[in-house]
C-alpha cells in the first residue's frame, strides 16, 4: 500500500509539471549587451526575423533602430524634465 501512494504521488508530480511547463517556445526575445555596450535584441520563435539595437546618443537619448523582416525604422527616447521616459 505504500508503495502504491508513492507511485500515486509520483505520477501527479509528473503530470501536473507537464501540465505547467511549456513543452516549446512559440514566440520571444532574447536581449543582451553588445561589447560596445548597445543593447541588442533578437527574435526568437515566432519573432525570427526581428532585430533591434539601442544606444546612448551625445545628447542621453536612447537612440533604437530596429528590423523586421524587411521593415525597418527608428525612435529616440528621453526623460522630460517632470521624469518621465517619452518616445517619439
Known amino acids: 500500500m505504500k508503495k502504491l501512494n508513492i507511485l500515486i504521488i509520483a505520477l501527479t508530480i509528473f503530470v ?5 511547463v511549456p513543452s516549446k517556445s512559440d514566440a520571444g526575445t532574447s536581449c543582451k549587451y553588445d561589447w560596445l555596450g548597445n543593447y541588442v535584441c533578437i527574435g526568437t520563435g515566432q519573432d525570427n526575423g526581428w532585430y533591434s539595437s539601442t544606444k546612448e546618443d551625445w545628447l542621453g537619448n536612447d537612440v533604437t533602430n530596429w528590423n ?3 521593415q525597418s525604422g527608428s ?4 526623460h522630460d524634465w517632470l521624469g518621465n521616459y517619452v518616445c517619439n
Open 68 to 70: 523586421s523582416n524587411g
Open 16 to 20: 501536473g509539471a507537464q501540465i505547467l
Open 75 to 78: 525612435f529616440s527616447c528621453r
